[in-house]
C-alpha cells in the first residue's frame, strides 16, 4: 500500500507519495491526469519509478484538480500549480530537486525551473511539450484549433471508456491488450471527470512556453522519442537549440512515456544526475505464461452496474488467486479483468486456465485463456519479452470458457496425458510467423 502524504499548497491539499531513498532528489511532473494509487497498479510504471528509486528520493504528486488532490473549478494556470512543486518539496524535506517533467509535465517544469533556479539542482524533460497548438506558426503541435473542439466535443461519452486510442498515441510499443485497455480507461476516471478533463485540457491547449525556455539557467537534459505520435520530435529539438548547455538526447521509438522501455531513458538520467551509468540487471528464463480475462466484461459491468460489477470481479479475483495458489503460478499483474500469471511448467498453467474457467461459472461469468512456453525476461517482480507478446495473442484466440495455447505447449506437454484439438495457423498480431494454436480439450 501507497504512504500517500498530503502537501499544503494554499488552500489546496497536493497527494504526493515518495520512492527510493538516493542522494539525489527528483520530482517527477507527469503529463494530462494521473492518480497515484491506480498508476502504481501498472507494473511498467511502478518499475519505472522503482528504477528512478535506486538513485534517487522519487516524489510522485498528483496535480491539484487531479487523481487523489483537492478538487479545483475549472483549471489553473502553469503559474499557480507551480507553487504545488514547492508545496511537494517542502513537505517532503527537500531544499532541492532534479525535475522530470513528461507531456504537459514539461512546461511546468520548465517555469519552475526558470523561477527558482535555486531550488532547481537539474531539469529533465521527457516528451516534454512547447505548445499544443498547431498552425502555421508552430507546425510541430498536437492539434489544429478545429481537431481539438472536434475532440472536446466528443469527451464526455469518450471519456473513462475501454477501447480508446490511449495505448495508441502514449505508448505504441504496447499492444492493446483487453486488461491494459481496462486499466488505461480505470486511471482516466479516477483521475478526473469529464467536465474537469475538459477545463485541465482548454488550459493545456493554451499553453506556449517559447518565450520561458531561452531563460532557463539550470543543467538541462532533454529525453524525446523520434517517433513521437503525442507530441512531435521537433518539440525536444526545439529545445535542444533554445536552452542553454542543454543536452539533447534522441531516443529511437516512437513512445511519448518512458514507461515501457525505460533501460536507455534510465540510464541517461542516471548519468545526468550522478555521473554513473549502470546497467539494468534483467534475467532470462525459460517460463509459461498464462492470460485469462472476463469475456463481455464491459457489456456485463453496464448490466450489472457499478457495486455489483465490483463484488463480481473481487469474486472473481479471489478464485483466480486461489488456483493460481493451487497450481504452483506467480502472478505478475492485473489490471481490469484480466490476469498474467507464471509457471515453471506448462501442463500446471493448463490446469490452472481450465480450473478458473469452471469455479467462475458459479459466478456466471466466463473466462478465456492463453497458454505459451518461451524465454522471458524477469525484471524485478515484471516480465518482458516476445513470449509475453505471443500468451497475450493466443488468448485473444479463444473462445469462452477456452483454454489455448500455442503449439509450443503442445508439443512440451506430449505424454501427459493432455489432449488437444488444433485451431489452425494464425499470425498473430505483433508477432513475426504464423503459429499453430490449439484449444485445451476437457
Given at each position: 500500500?501507497?504512504d ?12 504526493y ?27 511498467a ?17 498528483d ?13 489553473t ?35 519552475f ?50 477501447g ?76 535542444a ?134 524465454e522471458?525476461?524477469r ?5 518482458a ?6 500468451g ?9 470458457g477456452e ?21 489452425g ?18
Open positions: 500500500m501507497l500517500v502524504r498530503f502537501a499544503r499548497s494554499g488552500d489546496v491539499h497536493v497527494a507519495h515518495v520512492v527510493g531513498d538516493g542522494p539525489v532528489d527528483i520530482v517527477y511532473v507527469q503529463g494530462a491526469w494521473s492518480h497515484l494509487e491506480v498508476e502504481w497498479e501498472l507494473p510504471y511502478r518499475r519505472f519509478c522503482e528504477l528512478l528509486g535506486e538513485f534517487a528520493r522519487v516524489m510522485v504528486f496535480k491539484r484538480g487531479m487523481g487523489m488532490s483537492d478538487r479545483v473549478p475549472g483549471a494556470p502553469l503559474d499557480v500549480r507551480m507553487d504545488d512543486i514547492r508545496a511537494v518539496m517542502d513537505d517532503a524535506g527537500s531544499e532541492s530537486a532534479a525535475l522530470l517533467g513528461n507531456s504537459e509535465g514539461g512546461p511546468l517544469s520548465m517555469l525551473a526558470a523561477a527558482h533556479p535555486e531550488r532547481t539542482e537539474a531539469l529533465i524533460l521527457a516528451g516534454g511539450e512547447i505548445r499544443e497548438r498547431r498552425d502555421a506558426e508552430w507546425p510541430w503541435g498536437e492539434a489544429t484549433e478545429e481537431e481539438f473542439e472536434a475532440s472536446m466535443a466528443t469527451l464526455p461519452e469518450q471519456w473513462g471508456k475501454p480508446g486510442r490511449f495505448i495508441e498515441y502514449f505508448a505504441p510499443s504496447q499492444d492493446n491488450t483487453p486488461w491494459l485497455m481496462d486499466w488505461s480507461a480505470r486511471l482516466q476516471r479516477n483521475a478526473n471527470t469529464p467536465s474537469g478533463a475538459e477545463a485541465f485540457m482548454r488550459m493545456a491547449f493554451g499553453i506556449d512556453v517559447r518565450d520561458i525556455v531561452p531563460t532557463i539557467r539550470v543543467p538541462t537534459l532533454i529525453l524525446h522519442s523520434e517517433g513521437d505520435r503525442l507530441c512531435h520530435v521537433e518539440n525536444g529539438r526545439y529545445l537549440r533554445e536552452i542553454p548547455g542543454a543536452r539533447y538526447v534522441e531516443l529511437p521509438g516512437a513512445d511519448h512515456l518512458p514507461w515501457f522501455e525505460p533501460d536507455r531513458a534510465i540510464g541517461e538520467i542516471r548519468e545526468f544526475l550522478t555521473g554513473r551509468r549502470v546497467p539494468i540487471t534483467s534475467d532470462r528464463v525459460l517460463a509459461t505464461v498464462l492470460f485469462t480475462d472476463i469475456v463481455g466484461s464491459t457489456d456485463r459491468a453496464a448490466l450489472a452496474g457499478d457495486r455489483r460489477w465490483r463484488e463480481l470481479l473481487e469474486a472473481h479475483n479471489t478464485i483466480v488467486r486461489s488456483q493460481l495458489g493451487r497450481f504452483r503460478g506467480v502472478e505478475v499483474n492485473t489490471a481490469g479483468d484480466g490476469f498474467l500469471a507464471t509457471f515453471d511448467g506448462p501442463a500446471r498453467a493448463i490446469q490452472c486456465g481450465r480450473e478458473i474457467g469452471r469455479q467462475v461459472k458459479q459466478l456466471d461469468l466466463e473466462v478465456r485463456a492463453g497458454v505459451h512456453t518461451g522471458v525476461e525484471v524485478g517482480d515484471d516480465v519479452g516476445i513470449a509475453i507478446h505471443i497475450a495473442r493466443v488468448a485473444e484466440l479463444a473462445g469462452p483454454v489455448y495455447v500455442s503449439g509450443t505447449v503442445r508439443d512440451l506437454v506430449a505424454g501427459s496425458g493432455l489432449e488437444f484439438a488444433d485451431r495457423s494464425h499470425e498473430l498480431r505483433g508477432v513475426p510467423g504464423e503459429w499453430r494454436v490449439f484449444a485445451a480439450a476437457e
